[in-house]
């Protein structure tokens, strides 16, 4: 069996469209993966997800260390099977919300000291603990655990920062090996850092081409640099990585962050916002996301959007849907979830087949002024 | 077109199955409808409650009637489109839970004045007015607009208030019959009343038969008597009502108050149990029901019940369940309600293949034993 395999079927500038190959199943790129931070893609059953076109979904570390644990889920025969989902899962390695969710987080060459958000409980997070919980989980693709540097940083603080996750992605590489079973069928991405500094992004990506990974993120975007400065990065970021291997640009983003990071060669993506949104009550549509919360849908007998094949927009109107939001109903979120996820996957579908007949250009450029992007 | 029949195809003691055609669909009975509070059986999509085998549901006049707006639903064209849900709605006549709901409630021989939970709006709720929104939002089977006599209530309160009931009774047969497209169409259901005292019942029943309905509502129970109480009335109220049409229990039940109804020839039941037991972690299995928040079921691998035939516990274990409630996961509520609403359909289906095998009282007795109740 393939442990991981990448190949690419067709290029188109920097976009590339490709299969990634896995036990648990192949993953067309460019990809996007459904968030399911608590072993649940919010408000879907896995056979929902799996019908949109989502070939592999991210499961959060954090969260499932913390409840119901790596270790409960280990003796639930892991992660795939205690949430019924049988394809791939990427993990991340809890260190983005480590710092971001934990209280009081202590960071050290070693690792992070956090107080968990549920109890208050303490937690020591490692490389070498990071690998571990990820085996126990299960995961598919394990990713290094590394420091999501701040923005905005100065070149100091972006270094020093960068350094330390490159020490930390070789010893995630060994704690990684070091569990031989699940490094026999599972793989392991580094993440390049390196905040805006073109510099550092190569030594960063120097250094994970060094130790050697199956893919390679790009971490330390998407954190409120805004879309124009993470374009400047993705200008040359791509490019300092492996060619034949994946590219994975980790927590973007809107449809039209996916749309300009594929036209400058990014093969995987993840993001809260589909399904966020559908809890919200913003729905996205190929003319811009719209809030369903809006009293000027109250009447309105159209589908979400009138060119969406997902099974919401076959049978509901605006008009239900705004009164299940307004009304505060679960069928409200999950409509309003299937929908969005139904449509990024409808994106990436789009974005393949463009890649695939080289006319990416002009699908970026039709989706962007139908959607109001820039 | 068939515009309401019901035909009972076996009886076994008081009991009887049948069905009930209508022009949106058959009705097979003793029948469990799912509640569809606000255009929605909550967490469900309309295709996932038609899959567990509900042929009907019950939407709530009051509501609906403060939310979207029964005029709205008319415009967008009637409560059946506005929830996808194509088979019969039973919708009740709003009395009930304008009195339990509404604030500020005044009840005069006219209707009831009351504030609406939303915004405190005054509203005037009549027989006429009940038919009249139940003519706009398209039910199947409109309900006698009525009030629900407290319990406890000493003889007299109990006789004034079955006595206006009766009143408003025929103002509803004649403000349903001025609707003469739904008329034509739909089916009226009168309320016997008259508390916990047979011979006011039997008045009550006598009114009704004058006044004459295509079925026959026995209300004023479960609302606090306990099942003890309610079944001394079961003892007697069905055979006053007439033998040839549906006899429908408002608002029960448990599972075993539903099994000792049946047993004494209810036809019809509703209850927001299943649903909102499902929201709140309560699991319904053929041994009880069980409460998933619990500790012990953590690392519990079998389903909700084992002899069960329902999607959710073909592939999902009570220690996932587990996790999602004490997560307070939108996917546990969806999970949840759906087992439970499987549950209660399954209990029908068995209620009614018992009756037609002449086994009825076997398969009571083997219910209770099994379920714990008395």
């Not at 291997?245 to 036209?263: F, S």
């Amino acid at each position: 069996m393939t442990r991981f395999d990448f190949n690419i079927h067709a290029t188109d500038g920097a976009a590339r469209t490709g299969v990634i190959r896995m036990q648990r199943g192949d993953i067309r790129t460019p990809a996007f993966m459904p968030v399911g931070t608590a072993a649940t893609v919010k408000a879907m059953r896995p056979a929902e997800v799996r019908a949109s076109g989502a070939e592999i979904i991210l499961g959060n570390t954090y969260h499932l260390m913390l409840r119901p644990t790596a270790e409960r889920i280990a003796r639930l025969g892991g992660l795939h099977k205690f949430m019924g989902w049988e394809r791939p899962i990427l993990t991340d390695s809890g260190g983005f919300q480590v710092m971001s969710l934990g209280a009081l987080s202590k960071l050290t060459e070693d690792g992070v000291t956090f107080a968990s958000h549920l109890d208050g409980s303490k937690h020591l997070i490692t490389p070498e603990r990071s690998m571990e919980i990820q085996r126990l989980l299960g995961s598919d693709i394990v990713m290094a655990f590394d420091e999501c540097t701040p923005y905005p940083a100065t070149r100091v603080q972006a270094e020093s920062s960068m350094l330390r996750s490159m020490r930390w992605a070789q010893r995630s590489r060994d704690g990684f090996d070091s569990g031989i079973d699940h490094a026999s069928r599972s793989a392991l991405f580094g993440i390049q850092q390196g905040s805006t500094f073109e510099d550092l992004r190569a030594v960063s990506a120097a250094k994970l081409i060094d130790i050697g990974f199956d893919g390679y993120a790009i971490g330390g975007l998407a954190v409120g640099e805004g879309q124009a400065a993470m374009f400047s990065v993705l200008d040359y970021a791509p490019g300092q990585l492996p060619a034949d291997r994946p590219r994975y640009l980790m927590g973007v983003g809107k449809p039209d962050d996916i749309v300009g990071a594929v036209e400058r060669g990014i093969d995987m993506f993840d993001c809260v916002l589909p399904t966020r949104s559908g809890r919200t009550g913003q729905a996205f549509t190929h003319a811009g996301p719209i809030n369903l919360r809006n009293a000027r849908f109250a009447e309105d007998e159209a589908p979400l959007d009138a060119t969406c094949a997902c099974p919401v927009c076959k049978t509901n109107s605006r008009a239900y849907i705004h009164h299940l939001i307004k009304s505060s109903e679960i069928l409200g979120a999950m409509l309003m979830t299937e929908h969005n996820v139904w449509f990024y996957q409808q994106l990436m579908a789009g974005l393949r087949a463009a890649i695939a007949a080289g006319e990416l250009t002009k699908f970026a450029n039709d989706f962007r002024a139908q959607y109001g992007a820039r």
